[in-house]
């Protein structure tokens, strides 16, 4: 091989970013899928992933400029996640939308026919027919607390995307004196001022225009605070560009646990390669290493 044609031939980066590993055939994104032994995730895995998402969102997601939010799938709460979510939720304010798998409709309720044969034994109820892929939005800013107590399970999902400067509270102006009074001491008034102004973020009605299409006459369709797709590997390399150009004009990254690819899934607008290589070494170096068995 001459020295240009050495040049011109793509370096192979798969070693580098390893766990991940990359889909190169793909080029309108950049995709990469990290294997799991199972879902619940083993601690040690999931210990890794910790690490990894916190470093990942201080390097590369606030170089980019990006905010991220944390949405974790209804299906998954039971039984594993059903008293640690109750608990939480009383605090963290989530907010109920749709995830949606490409292209598809939201579950009917069971008509007066398919119930009498539930109840008679005909039919067996199978939960998930007739439930939408409901998601709890985090209003509360708290990734590394929501992260440890739900990640793992098979239904949280990440997104990066611009800020949104309508978001931002102006600041409370109470006094320290007044901060001294019980209501203060028992209320984050901080957290819920934060929380209140958060609401109003504008990725929520934005996604709705773009994903729910075919959607808007059903009866649940304007109590639904935002849409958001559901995606497995396949769907990246089988879904046309101009959907999956709508899902990065809501977010830059998206990163999934799927248990259909049986592994997290990590899709960028962005080439952050070098990047991720850098972040990957010094985690590597510091005998952070990612147990796959």
């Known amino acids: 091989m001459s020295e240009q044609e050495s040049r011109l031939t793509p370096i192979d980066r798969t070693r580098e970013v390893l766990p991940w590993r990359r889909a190169t055939e793909l080029t309108d994104c950049f995709l ?59 605090q963290a304010v989530p907010l109920v939308g749709l995830i949606r798998r490409p292209g598809a409709p939201i579950p009917k309720a069971p008509t ?23 998601a709890y939005w985090f209003v509360k800013k708290a990734p590394k607390v929501q992260q440890q107590l739900f990640l793992g399970h098979g239904g949280m999902s990440i997104i990066s995307l611009q800020p949104d400067p309508k978001t931002v509270p102006p600041k409370l102006m109470i006094s320290k004196k007044m901060r001294e009074h019980p209501v203060f001491q028992a209320i984050d008034v901080d957290a819920l001022h934060e929380q209140t102004f958060a609401m109003t973020d504008d990725f929520q009605e934005k996604s709705k225009k773009l994903l729910g299409s075919g959607l808007e006459s059903h009866p649940t369709y304007p109590g639904l605070r935002f849409i958001l797709p559901l995606l497995e590997t396949k769907d990246f390399f089988q879904q046309p ?20 690819d049986k ?15 850098e972040l990957l070494k010094q985690m590597r170096d510091e005998d952070l290493r990612y147990p796959e068995r």
């Open 241 to 260: 560009k101009e959907e999956k150009a709508k899902w990065f004009e809501i977010f830059q990254i998206y990163f999934a646990e799927s248990p259909a």
């Open 263 to 277: 592994g997290m899934l990590l899709a960028l607008q962005s080439d952050v390669e070098e990047d991720l290589i």
């Open 32 to 90: 990469y899928w990290l294997p799991v032994k199972s879902f619940p995730v083993p601690a040690a895995q999931k210990q890794w992933l910790l690490v990894f998402l916190e470093r990942f969102g201080e390097r590369i997601v606030k170089k980019l400029g990006l905010r991220s939010e944390v949405f974790l799938q209804m299906k998954t709460l039971y039984p594993d996640l059903m008293d640690p979510f109750t608990l939480y939720a009383q």
């Open 112 to 134: 007066p026919e398919e119930l009498q044969d539930i109840i008679d034994g005909k039919k067996k109820y199978v939960f998930n027919e007739y439930m939408p892929d409901l």
